[in-house]
């Protein structure tokens, strides 16, 4: 039996075997942190009494959350194991698909497997599988696939985070954190980090090349600008991206909509994943937390975990803010809906 199929089986043996990790018996969850309210539009955007909720801990590193609507679930990466946790009211935790994003063997690196999920308009999951060097489709209850591995013939560096367009476009951001030597793996083969396009034909195209360091990635609510954060320790920022009707760039230089440098009085971490609200809101997380910044790139609030906090998502109805902050999944209810619900 070769590699591939071996891999397809596994896949398809896993997802509908999960693996229970954390049973949930109680209704009453623990609470960590705190809001911490630095403009008063925040209270037009989370309640005051909203706190945040630890649903459930114990991960190596917890990443890329995404809600399957058709199934009323969390599935989350967690990263450094190669697996995939699911994440149901009433259930719990279980391990919903392994290997998530690296199917070699042997030891390859810490960040190893996938990292950014995302959902298809098809209601299939788009997977950044660091490992792997690829971005990957795979239906529920069948095998992964490859849509993008390359750029002009290059492979990816660790593909990181991804968003998908109402149209079915695909951005996603391609720094080295997933290979053994970050950016001076001898592996490499693009000189830089990219930020993608994969249009429905299968073609990649460059947004830019600018960001020595991008991460998360998210588009505004109409889907004509493109976000993208940088977790670069000199220049932790926020960049926007002003899209043409076919999708691509109108230009890969980016502007400037939010700097987090002054913000690191609130905890560890550069700006990693972000969402965006129907209200034009930006949610980014880094500096110990989620921080809430308003359509006019102001900090309004931050969501304080306490701890190193690496992405967020949108779930159950659209207004509920599900968090992984390092060994965490947590969530916090907001007076907001998410894009795409």
């Not at 950044?128 to 591995?149: E, N, W």
């Not at 308003?294 to 998502?313: D, F, M, R, W």
């Amino acid at each position: 039996m070769n590699l591939r199929v071996t891999i397809t089986l596994l896949f398809a043996t896993t997802f509908f075997s999960p693996r229970a990790l954390h049973g949930q018996d109680s209704v009453n969850f623990p609470t960590i942190g705190e809001v911490i309210r630095i403009d008063k539009e925040l209270d037009y955007i989370i309640d005051k009494d909203a706190k945040i909720e630890v649903l459930t801990s114990g991960f190596s590193w917890s990443e890329g959350p995404v809600w399957v609507k058709g199934g009323g679930y969390l599935i989350f990466s967690d990263v450094w194991e190669n697996r995939v946790i699911k994440w149901e009211e009433g259930v719990g935790a279980e391990v919903w698909l392994e290997p998530s994003g690296y199917t070699g063997t042997g030891h390859y690196s810490r960040g190893l497997g996938s990292n950014g999920l995302a959902m298809d308009n098809l209601g299939r999951l788009i997977s950044c599988d660091q490992g792997d060097r690829r971005l990957s489709v795979m239906k529920f209850g069948q095998g992964k696939r490859t849509i993008a591995d390359n750029f002009q013939g290059k492979r990816f560096n660790s593909p990181n985070d991804v968003t998908v367009a109402i149209t079915g476009r695909i951005y996603f951001t391609d720094p080295p954190y997933g290979l053994p030597q970050r950016e001076n793996d001898p592996t490499r083969e693009i000189d830089f980090c990219g930020v993608y396009y994969l249009d429905r034909s299968g073609k990649v195209s460059l947004i830019t090349d600018e960001l020595p360091f991008p991460n998360g990635i998210d588009l505004s609510h109409d889907e004509r600008t493109l976000f993208v954060a940088q977790s670069d320790t000199e220049k932790p920022i926020v960049m926007t991206y002003a899209l043409n009707d076919d999708g691509t760039a109108k230009s890969p230089k980016g502007k400037l909509f939010f700097d987090a440098s002054p913000y690191r009085k609130y905890g560890e971490g550069n700006p990693d994943g972000i969402k965006t609200d129907q209200a034009g809101n930006l949610w980014v997380t880094g500096m110990g937390g989620v921080m809430v910044v308003n359509p006019q790139g102001k900090l309004v609030g931050h969501i304080l975990t306490g701890e190193k906090t690496s992405n967020c998502a949108w779930g159950n109805d659209g207004s509920t803010l599900y968090i992984t902050a390092d060994t965490y999944l947590c969530r916090i209810k907001t007076k907001v809906v998410g894009r795409r619900f």
